[in-house]
């Protein structure tokens, strides 16, 4: 009973905390669509891409509206810089994670 209230209270941290990766990843959508007047308009598309490197994380963010614009995002983070317990272990199996935030 207690291994059970131990991996539950793990699984629940976990939650919490992934929170703070994928708000950095809203915050930078909703940043980059203020910047280019488009607030208001329909998102098409919000892919995260992450390939893991050497040292650290390629992370890519390509955002499409319907006026055709794409931006992408490139730059390399700490794997500390991620706190989503699934996307870490996918990038330790495959070494490559990728999601359309707004399709998958």
């Known amino acids: 009973m207690i291994q059970f209230l131990v991996l539950l209270a793990a699984a629940a941290i976990g939650a919490a ?4 990766f994928w708000n950095g990843i ?3 959508v909703s940043r980059w669509l203020r910047e280019h007047g488009l607030a208001d308009s329909d998102l098409m598309a919000a892919v995260v891409t992450l390939d893991r490197l050497v040292v650290g994380v390629r ?10 614009f794409t931006v992408i995002l490139d730059e ?3 794997l500390d810089d991620i706190d989503d317990p699934q996307v870490l272990a996918e990038l330790e199996r495959r070494r490559h994670f990728e999601i359309d935030l707004l399709n998958d």
């Open 26 to 28: 809203v915050e930078a």
């Open 17 to 20: 905390v992934a929170v703070t």
């Open 59 to 68: 992370q890519r963010l390509t955002v499409r509206t319907p006026a055709g």
């Open 76 to 78: 390399e983070i700490d």
